[in-house]
């Protein structure tokens, strides 16, 4: 099973950006999709982005398109998230998964049962 850690939240004003990464420790990494995960206070866990393991295609939910990126570094082990135009209900703690794939499509996304402790966003004036 792969360990991720995630990194790069903050605290940013409304309109600004912040770039997440997601560090993987295992080097079969690019046999896995990632997805990104966010969890707003007093809210259930949302799936925000989706990439393949060739980074060749990916997924946004509607109410990040526009604004979000999702990309991934394979010879890094590394994902990222780009966060433009960050609004305050973007503010979360936002979690990255893993799903191991023979072939590269994007949706559905499970990923892994544990989680690690996230990154949080804050978007605040």
């Known amino acids: 099973q792969v360990h991720l850690v995630e990194s790069g939240g903050g605290v940013v004003q409304p309109g600004g950006s912040l770039r997440l990464s997601c560090a993987a420790s295992?080097?079969?990494?690019?046999?896995?999709?990632v997805g990104w995960f966010r969890q707003a206070p007093g809210k259930e866990r949302e799936l925000v982005a989706v990439?393949?393991?060739?980074?060749?295609?990916?997924y946004l939910a509607g109410s990040v398109t526009g604004r979000f990126t999702i990309s991934r570094d394979n010879a890094k082990n590394t994902a990222y998230l780009q966060m433009n135009n960050l609004k305050t209900e973007d503010t979360a703690v936002y979690y990255c998964?893993?799903?191991?794939?023979?072939?590269?499509?994007?949706?559905?996304?499970?990923?892994?049962?544990?989680w690690g402790k996230g990154t949080l966003v804050t978007v605040s004036s």
């Open positions: 990439i393949t393991p060739n980074g060749g295609g990916t």
């Open positions: 295992e080097r079969t990494f690019n046999s896995y999709a």
């Open positions: 998964n893993a799903e191991a794939r023979d072939r590269n499509y994007v949706l559905p996304f499970y990923g892994m049962d544990s």
